[in-house]
């Protein structure tokens, strides 16, 4: 199934759903939506490709799969059989905000049903077994209609699995150690960092070939993507693992962050952004090792290491990445040690807080 919220418009053959639907694409088109449509043409049949032209031979001659394009549309085709709804949304792109489905009556999604009249006592956008309920007469059926949507899209992506992916590097020891078997008040950093993730995230897994603690030795752990370079290949083996899933994604070298920055950082969610990169106030660098990832920017990070491209930095040319400002209250979070000097002051500076 594809991470994208699935709504389905459904009604009596008249109902208006296709009017309906269409009206409602530029308003989610404005909203900074990435739309789908399925159109369910059950025993009615479907004419999209004209007879004896070449896309339809090669079709009929048995090919399993014809796409053709022009310069500004391209479409696909191939058998269907029996094809159910999940199997229609498999061939949908990963990178939508949202499918409305017209058809598929039987399906077990959201719905929001289109009648041609009232009913006496009924009212509009009513939340019963059936779904929303809109009339095709109601002056307000569109507004509805787009509050209804507004709706499943922040429960979609409310109950979206969080994972939490800690990024443990190799086997670098120019501090003398690696910097996740740092030490503050007996326990390592890496394991530190663990801990909070773990209050925050469904499930923590460490990315990289870096030595454990003890006390971290059974946790699921990743290795680096072949081929790929820096942290992105940590962040890529993660996608990869649970590509269904948001992820938060985490330096270990962060000695300072704690489990209310990254729940700020949730609390920057918003449907329609895939990924909340947050940055210092004076500063136009985003921090990608302390940010939070939706499921529908892998494929551009993806794109990002084919190209060769290891700057976490790129992530955030995305047009649908978002960038809050960090509150002067967390920004200390977000403060990582790189140096033998910073470690030293980041340890005093631990102690002056009491947490060391």
């Known amino acids: 199934m594809i991470p994208a919220c699935i709504i389905g418009v459904g009604g009596y053959s008249g109902a208006g759903k296709t009017t309906l639907i269409e009206k409602a694409l530029p ?3 404005r909203m900074g939506l990435y739309v789908g449509v ?3 043409a059950g025993l009615h049949g479907l004419a999209v490709d004209p007879e004896k032209k070449d896309t339809d031979r090669f079709f009929r001659a048995g090919a399993d799969f014809v796409f053709a394009h022009d310069a500004e549309q391209g479409f696909s085709r191939y058998p269907a059989d029996s094809m159910g709804l999940s199997g229609a949304l498999e061939r949908f792109p990963r990178s939508l905000d949202l499918v409305l489905v017209e058809g598929h009556k039987e399906a077990d999604i959201p719905r929001i049903w289109l009648e041609k009249g009232r009913s006496p006592g009924q009212k509009g956008c009513l939340q ?3 779904g929303h309920i809109l009339f095709r007469g109601d002056p307000a059926c569109l507004d509805r209609f787009l509050k209804c949507v507004r709706q499943e899209l922040g429960r979609s992506m409310k109950e979206r699995t969080v994972h939490a992916g800690l990024l443990v590097g190799g086997r670098s020891g120019r501090m003398g150690r690696p910097k996740g078997l740092l030490k503050v008040n007996g326990e390592t950093l890496m394991e530190r960092s663990v801990a909070t993730l773990s209050k925050v995230a469904h499930r923590v897994v460490l990315a990289g070939s ?3 603690p003890a006390g971290l030795s059974g946790m699921d752990r ?3 993507i072949p081929g790929g370079r820096g942290p992105l290949s940590g962040m890529m083996s993660c996608f990869r693992w649970s590509p269904d899933s948001a992820w938060f994604i985490s330096a270990v070298d962060m000695p300072f962050m704690t489990t209310d920055a990254w729940q700020w950082l949730l609390s920057k969610r918003s449907p329609g952004a895939w990924a909340v990169l947050p940055r210092l106030w004076n500063s136009r660098k985003v921090e990608a090792a302390g940010a939070l990832y939706e499921p529908m920017i892998f494929g551009f990070v993806e794109s990002l290491a084919e190209k060769g491209v ?3 930095q790129a992530i955030s040319d995305h047009p649908k990445v978002i960038k809050p400002v960090i509150p002067s209250a967390l920004a200390h979070a977000w403060r990582n ?3 033998l000097a910073e ?5 005093a500076d631990l102690r002056s807080r009491g947490w060391a």
């Open 27 to 29: 308003h989610l088109k």
């Open 38 to 40: 399925l159109k369910h």
């Open 128 to 130: 019963d077994t059936s």
């Open 210 to 212: 870096a030595r454990l």
């Open 222 to 224: 990743l290795p680096d």
């Open 310 to 312: 290891s700057a976490l």
């Open 337 to 339: 040690v790189n140096t």
């Open 343 to 347: 470690w030293r002051g980041a340890k």
